[in-house]
């Protein structure tokens, strides 16, 4: 017997960082919205805990205990004081070290296979739990859709949304690490005080009513500054993405992954048809959200 789980990425169309605090976390004010692009999680009953991998990316992903989906499972496993005995195959095809989380899709998707395995029968509350101990990122990954996120981006709120908003991803020719991505913005940051991190309510008025120009007049990413100074390259992805018609291009996350919001599904293809063509990414994915999280298939 086997458990399948399917889980999106996301894209953060207002990441607002404060000052890094003194556990070395940034509080953020983080707007999540999951888009259809997936990773699968198999969990299947082994003599020991295994970790595989197939995809474009995979050679870049971690098969040891570091994988976050082998620790979600070593975590579900102590808590309920069994042995995490069981192989995890990922078919990955969510760009890696790409500021679309992954990695973090992939340990929401692994508790929730595991816990069907198992038969764990974990509440909702405690796998949020657990998600939280695992990264910042991880708790979106479970509940999908689009959210808050407070904190250091693991406390969600819901968000209402209106609409299906259409994205172009350029996916760029390396990754970026998240830790060094903030370290350069506290290194920009120094010298100024930072404002408290808050939700705009544009971006959320936007969201609710599903308009994708107001949308594209509100998306901000506090981390873009620091991203663009790791990797200046990505300002030409933007310059692209926009020439061909986007509505606006912003870096996800940590980045380097630049989305591009665009008015429909036609307009996405014919975007990324040009993001090919330009020579400044290594390729360019359509995907649209909101969409669920983790689920069993
Ligand atoms: C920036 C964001 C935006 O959604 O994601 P990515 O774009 O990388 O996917 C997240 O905040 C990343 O979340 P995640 O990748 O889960 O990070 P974690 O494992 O919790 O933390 C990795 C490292 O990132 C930094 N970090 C992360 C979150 C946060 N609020 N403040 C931080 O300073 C810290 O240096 C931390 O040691
Ligand atoms: N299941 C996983 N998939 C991808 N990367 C993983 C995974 N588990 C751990 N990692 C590590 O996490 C790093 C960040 O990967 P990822 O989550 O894809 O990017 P990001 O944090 O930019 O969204 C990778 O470089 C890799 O070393």
């Known amino acids: 017997m086997s458990v399948t789980v399917r889980v999106p990425a996301k894209v953060n169309v207002q990441l607002a960082v404060g000052a890094a605090r003194p556990d070395g976390y940034h509080d953020l004010a983080n707007v999540f919205l999951a ?14 805990l295994r970790v595989t991998c197939a995809g474009p990316d995979a050679a870049q992903v971690p098969l040891d205990r570091t994988n976050l989906a082998a620790r979600a499972a070593l975590a579900l496993a102590e808590r309920h004081g069994l042995e995490a005995a069981v192989h995890l195959h990922i078919a990955k095809d969510i760009p890696v070290a790409g ?15 595991c816990d069907a395995l198992w038969g764990t029968g974990a509440d909702r509350e405690e796998l949020l739990d657990i998600c939280a101990e695992l990264g910042s990122d991880v708790p979106f990954a479970l509940v999908g859709g689009a959210a808050l996120g407070t904190g250091r ?33 506290d290194r920009l940051a120094e010298g100024r005080t930072l404002p408290e991190p808050v939700a705009s309510q544009d971006l959320l008025d936007a969201l609710a009513k599903g ?87």
């Open 99 to 113: 500021g679309m989380a992954g990695g973090s899709a992939d340990g929401a998707a692994a508790l929730l296979a």
């Open 35 to 48: 888009v259809g692009l997936y990773d699968e999680v198999t969990a299947t009953p082994a003599d020991e």
């Open 153 to 185: 981006g693991e406390r969600l709120t819901a968000l209402e949304v209106g609409g299906t908003f259409h994205w172009v991803f350029a996916v760029a020719e390396r990754g970026l690490s998240t830790p060094a991505v903030f370290r350069e913005f």
């Open 211 to 297: 308009d994708a120009d107001a949308l594209a007049d509100a998306v901000c990413n506090d981390l873009q500054p620091a991203a663009l100074s790791l990797f200046p390259e990505l300002a030409d992805t933007l310059a692209a993405g926009r020439a061909a018609g986007a509505l606006t291009g912003l870096v996800s996350g940590s980045g380097p992954t630049t989305a591009f919001l665009v008015r429909d599904a036609a307009a996405a293809r014919e975007v990324a048809k040009a993001l090919r063509a330009s020579g400044t990414c290594r390729t360019a994915r359509v995907a649209a959200g909101p969409v669920p999280g983790a689920t069993v298939v």
